[in-house]
């Protein structure tokens, strides 16, 4: 299992920026999918995850603000994110449960700053 993020860059204080993580395989479609951020300084916590039935969870911290979704066909998990705020600079990372083990793409860092 191979994913790549990308889409990560500096960003203005209410502004919006697309994740994207590409899989190399059909691993997004029946499987746990999750994005996670990490902070200088800070533990990684969990910011938005889909499970297989559908159910999604996102942290207080992005509700209302961030949105993840998966395109099946085309293997790639995202993270819409709006009204960014500085607190949300952090490395940005994609994480797939498969086969009952955690895989994880590189990070992609998110500045908010104006």
């Known amino acids: 299992v191979q994913l790549q993020a990308s889409g990560g860059g500096l960003v203005q204080p209410e502004g919006s920026l697309k994740l994207s993580c590409a899989a190399s395989?059909?691993?997004?479609?029946?499987?746990?999918v999750a994005w996670y951020r990490q902070a200088p300084g800070k533990q990684r916590e969990l910011v938005a995850s889909?499970?297989?039935?559908?159910?999604?969870y996102y942290s207080d911290s992005v509700k209302g603000r961030f949105t993840i979704s998966r395109d099946k066909v085309k293997n790639m998990l995202y993270l819409q994110m709006h009204s960014l705020r500085p607190e949300d600079t952090a490395v940005y990372s994609c994480?797939?449960?498969?086969?009952?083990?955690?895989?994880w793409g590189q990070g992609t860092l998110v500045t908010v700053s104006s």
């Open positions: 994480k797939v449960i498969y086969r009952g083990n955690d895989w």
């Open positions: 395989g059909r691993f997004f479609s029946m499987n746990y």
């Open positions: 889909m499970a297989p039935s559908g159910t999604i």
